[in-house]
């Protein structure tokens, strides 16, 4: 079992900046993958980036260049920091850990908006 606490939401605006976190419940050293995803109302869950335990990332196509997919082992966290942010990238942001099973946070609100 791995419980996932996101953190860093909030209203920003257009070109402006926010950093997620995600803090796991153990080791993320021993986790397969970790990645965040994002939902908007009325649109499929999608993914934003992720990062494998070789540090390997990929990213979706509308956030390559803006956004950077981090980890630190030590602190068992991972970061999602996001530049250059646009209204589309208005959302509920989702961290995602898989190992056998995906496991789920709670989830942050990043709005765009002037």
């Known amino acids: 079992q791995v419980q996932l606490v996101e953190s860093g939401g909030g209203l920003v605006q257009p070109g402006g900046s926010l950093r997620l976190s995600c803090a796991a419940s153990?080791?993320?050293?021993?986790?397969?993958?970790m990645g965040w995803y994002r939902q908007a109302p009325g649109k499929q869950r999608e993914l934003v980036a992720v990062?494998?335990?070789?540090?390997?990332?990929n990213y979706a196509d509308s956030v390559k260049g803006r956004f950077t997919i981090s980890r630190d082992n030590a602190k068992n966290t991972v970061y999602l920091q996001m530049n250059s942010l646009k209204p589309e990238d208005t959302a509920i942001y989702y961290c995602?850990?898989?190992?056998?099973?995906?496991?789920w946070g709670q989830g942050t609100q990043v709005t765009v908006s002037s």
């Open positions: 995602k850990a898989t190992t056998r099973n995906g496991y």
């Open positions: 153990r080791s993320i050293f021993v986790i397969n993958s």
């Open positions: 990062i494998t335990r070789d540090r390997d990332t």
